[in-house]
């Protein structure tokens, strides 16, 4: 119980901290110049024509009206503030409860309103993940599963180095899509960053395997026995080498 309640604050902290920083971007927006926030306005009204440039007459126009309506799209913009953090919230309670399913409706909600959240996206994937493993309608799980490969992928672009999309993407291709060949390069871009992540280290080697490479995941087992200090992961990486090397060279 402990641990899914500290599941459950780690995403709320995540998802907020989110919230927060888009809402601090807005206030530095909100305190261009009344001036200079006319003559963008203006420009809107121009339709796309860069040759009809905004009269001074039309900036004076919109300088009086800015305040009333600065207000009003305040209020707009509060409340959708307001309804975005409402959809993260039912997604932690969602997830902790693990109704995977309401949880990515409100995660697409959400997203639809912050739609350059990569956290937003990194969870939608795992729930999307979840419950391709639920249905028993083939169909509808090879739609969840395009829809994970699609909110992983996503959040990858927002962010290259977002190792937790990285590992979360690469273990759908190698456990659910048979798709080895597009999970080495995710696994290599995460052991860039994060080069003593031991549980990659075990999906690129058998990645390696099925790729036909046993040289290399050779190579990462060994690293494992070096470099991890848990005395499980470093027997079942000696074991696992001693299998490929019986298996592949008769030693």
Known sequence: MRRVYSIRKHIGF????????????????????????????????????????????????????IPELKKEAERTINAKYDIALYNKMLAVEYIELEMYGPALEALKNAIEISPANRVLFYYAGVCAAQMSKT????????????????????????????????????????????????????????????????????????????????EAAIDLYERIESVSAIESEQKEAEQNKRRLLEEYYGS
Request: net charge negative; hydrophobic share 40%.
């Open 14 to 65: 995540v998802l907020l901290a989110c919230s927060l920083s888009a809402l601090c971007l807005l206030s530095v927006s909100c305190g261009n110049e009344k001036k200079e926030y006319a003559k963008m306005l203006s420009e809107f009204e121009t339709d796309g024509y860069a040759d009809r440039e905004a009269s001074e007459e039309k900036i004076r126009e919109l300088e009086k009206k």
């Open 135 to 214: 249905t028993p309608d083939g169909a509808k799980q090879g739609e969840y599963l395009k829809d994970a490969e699609f909110y992983y992928s996503r959040a990858i672009e927002l962010k290259n180095n977002y190792v937790e999309a990285l590992f979360a993407l690469a273990v759908l291709y190698v456990f659910e899509m048979e798709q080895p060949l597009d999970a080495k390069p995710l696994l290599e871009n995460l052991l860039s960053v994060s080069g003593g992540n031991i549980q990659a280290m075990f999906l690129l080697a058998r990645v390696n395997v099925q790729l036909g490479d046993v």
